[in-house]
């Protein structure tokens, strides 16, 4: 069994920063690809970005590209989504999600672990 952890959340300013983190823990992956999603109230999941398992590429969603970056540690066991120049409409429950593939998506579907989620809440 996979466990997916999230934490960082939480209330900042428009304009502040936050950094997420996703510890993966259970069964070892050989190689797993990691994204982070968001969810508002009364709107779909979304895509947020993506990572390699080798760190090597990197995908954003547009709204985002430029103010957040997604990392992985050394171990490849904890993924990590710097957020800048945060934005009211980021505010969202932010899920870290796993696929037992080297390659990451932008697709729901395409990921097999999901952690609870972490609350960002961003004020004007």
């Known amino acids: 069994q996979v466990q997916l952890v999230e934490s960082g959340g939480g209330l900042v300013q428009a304009g502040g920063s936050l950094r997420l983190s996703c510890a993966v823990s259970?069964?070892?992956?050989?190689?797993?690809?990691m994204g982070w999603f968001r969810q508002a109230p009364g709107k779909e999941r979304e895509f947020v970005a993506a990572?390699?398992?080798?760190?090597?590429?990197?995908y954003y969603a547009d709204s985002v590209k430029g103010r957040f970056i997604i990392s992985r540690g050394n171990a490849k066991n904890t993924v990590y989504l710097q957020m800048n120049s945060l934005k009211p409409e980021d505010t969202a429950v932010y899920y870290c999600?796993?696929?037992?593939?080297?390659?990451?998506?932008?697709?729901?579907?395409?990921?097999?672990?999901w952690g609870q989620g972490t609350q960002v809440t961003v004020s004007s």
């Open positions: 999600a796993a696929r037992s593939d080297m390659t990451p998506r932008r697709a729901y579907d395409d990921y097999d672990y």
């Open positions: 259970g069964r070892t992956f050989s190689s797993a690809a």
């Open positions: 990572i390699s398992w080798t760190g090597g590429s990197t």
